[in-house]
């Protein structure tokens, strides 16, 4: 078991349900990758100050599985920030629901790129002109 990591918030903290199962009774993977998903889209919507959307996940290997009744907390760094687009370094950890110990299930690399009311790219930081 590892330490959960010292440098990075918690974002989103949920259980896992029956509901996120497939037929063997393991948690889908996509469930994973979909909280993931909505960590690091909170993060850049705080950093860009509105709409974004995800163009890229990199990285992902499930290194242990998670188990209903786990509990899997999601913590998100900001990473590369570009002109339209940032890189947000997201892990995810489990918990067995009777236990202390953590343990990282997954990590990836999600790229977001800043959207104007339009849908097209815009500046990362709102205050920044368009070149």
């Known amino acids: 078991m590892q330490d959960t990591p010292s440098d990075a918030n918690p974002i989103i903290r949920t259980i896992a349900m029956p509901a996120d199962t497939n037929s063997s009774g393991d948690i889908f993977g996509g469930w994973l990758m979909s909280q993931m998903d909505l960590a690091a889209g909170s993060v850049a919507a705080r950093i860009s100050k509105g709409r974004c959307a995800t163009v890229a996940v990199e990285g992902m290997k499930f290194l242990r599985p998670v188990h209903v009744g786990d509990e899997v907390t999601l913590y998100a760094t900001l990473g590369r920030v570009g002109r339209t687009s940032m890189t947000i370094h997201v892990e995810?950890?489990?918990?067995?629901?009777?236990a202390e110990e953590t343990e990282m299930v997954t990590s990836a690399e999600f790229t977001f790129v800043a959207l104007d009311d339009k849908g097209r790219s815009r500046p990362v930081y709102p205050d920044q002109p368009d070149k």
């Open 92 to 98: 995810a950890w489990r918990r067995q629901r009777h």
